[in-house]
């Protein structure tokens, strides 16, 4: 086991452990310690997840699969192999009063916040890939309508890193913006790019 990985595994213990939000639903989800450049950020785990210990293991999960395999040809497990998978918060935040899920709130991101500053700083990833609205918005410090993020390669200071930034819609059921125009194209883009980036091509080489 790397050096890395053991750093990994000791911080992920640290974040198992935390209760610092108390509206928010345990367990804690995140990824296996993949010693990855690449480092997809998504919103929070669903109601779903926490059973499953992994983020992204629902119906969301199934379609941004999905996504990635006709990009890149690889399934569901060799992506989660390859590509460390963090989130802006990592408890299920439970349900909204207008039904869906709720969304962190500004203390629970803040809190949340020092759990990603040490992966940033542990893994130094090349390349961010935010999934949905509140990702993008927490890489990229500015909100914008998703169409100005989704379909370019953009960069970012993430956590004082210099980092390439491919920003990629919600794949929730939940929302419609990458099943109609002109997110259908923007997303075709944004995953051209994904697998034309340098990070993703030696991520993903074939022995
Ligand atoms: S959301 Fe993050 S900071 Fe809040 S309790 Fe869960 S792991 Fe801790």
Known sequence: MTAL???LNVLHGQLDACR???????P????????????LLG???GPHEGKFGRPFAWTAGKTM??????????DEETFRSTVYMAAVARCFPGKAKGGGDRKPDDGEIANCQPWLQGEVGLLKPSLVLPVGTLA???????????IEYVGKQLKAQYHGLAVDVICLPHPSG??????????????????QLLKKHPAVVDAFRKP
């Not at 610092?20 to 345990?26: A, H, S």
């Not at 804690?28 to 480092?39: D, L, M, Q, T």
């Not at 993008?136 to 998703?146: S, Y």
Request: aromatic fraction near 8%; proline fraction near 9%.
């Open 5 to 7: 990985i053991r750093s």
């Open 20 to 26: 610092k939000c108390p509206k928010m639903i345990g």
């Open 28 to 39: 804690v989800v995140h990824g296996p310690a993949v010693p990855s450049k690449i480092f």
């Open 43 to 45: 919103q929070a785990p």
């Open 65 to 74: 699969f999905r996504w990635f395999e006709s990009a890149l040809g690889c």
């Open 136 to 146: 993008i918005e927490q890489v990229m410090r500015e909100k914008k309508p998703l």
């Open 174 to 191: 939940a929302s419609t913006w990458h099943r109609m125009e002109p997110g259908i194209a923007l997303l075709k883009k944004a995953l």
